[in-house]
């Protein structure tokens, strides 16, 4: 099954971004394909390499960016909402992109699912 998903929370303030990598890794280890990780509203903080947790907590981002390189999950940032909140290219982790509102579209028509994690 081919499965698109919407992450429209922070990392660290929400357990919307932990979900969402979970559900990834789990959905990835059936045999399914990660179409897409669109990241949307506050969902764009998961996507800045400024994110520095203390050592004994989780990198959120840098699983992200482990997703991306281990399985080629395409991660795309609203260009909209990233500009918004200060982000820019320059800040974006390895493994992001930014790009607009038609990768989520596109994603909802290509994927078999679309899921959502966050408000």
Partial sequence: MKIGVLVSEGPYTHQAA?????FCQAAI?????????FFYHDGVYNATKLTEPPQDDRH????WSALK???GVDLVVCVAA???RGIKDEVLAPGFRISGLGQLV???IKADRMVTFGD
């Fill in 18 to 22: 932990d979900s969402a990598w979970q």
């Fill in 69 to 71: 390189e281990q399985h």
């Fill in 82 to 84: 990233a500009l918004r």
């Fill in 29 to 37: 280890a059936k045999g399914h394909e990660i179409h897409r990780v």
């Fill in 60 to 63: 959120i981002v840098n699983r």
């Fill in 106 to 108: 596109d994603s909802g």
